[in-house]
């Protein structure tokens, strides 16, 4: 069974800093694409930051500059450090990523979520 542990986020004021990781966990045979998406209240989810396992990244503009994600392959981990935080960041954070391993009965990939983490910035 595949599972995806966040941790990380919190409260912080604008303008600092937060670190969030999620690691994956489970028998898999690799990791292909790894990404955090937020949703905020009264918003839909979006796509903050991307990395593919060639470590080519994207990120939504309005982050572009100030987060900057990565992953650990060795770990199975994904990384995003964000800094200049603003009131609008505030959201909860969710890691995704798209795994190659054995599921029902064939080699296939699957998509996982994490369970979300709480981001809060204060003005």
């Known amino acids: 069974q595949v599972q995806l542990v966040e941790s990380g986020g919190g409260l912080v004021q604008a303008g600092g800093s937060l670190s969030l990781s999620c690691a994956v966990s489970g028998s898999i045979f690799g990791i292909n694409g790894m990404g955090w998406y937020r949703h905020a209240p009264g918003k839909q989810r979006e796509l903050v930051a991307t990395?593919?396992?060639?470590?080519?990244?994207n990120y939504a503009d309005s982050v572009k500059g100030r987060f900057t994600i990565s992953r650990d392959n060795f770990k199975k981990t994904v990384f995003l450090q964000m800094h200049s935080l603003k009131p609008e960041d505030t959201a909860v954070y969710y890691c995704n990523v798209n795994v190659t391993g054995f599921f029902t009965g064939s080699i296939s990939e699957n998509v996982y979520w994490g369970q979300g983490t709480q981001v809060t910035v204060s003005s």
């Open positions: 990395i593919t396992s060639g470590r080519s990244t």
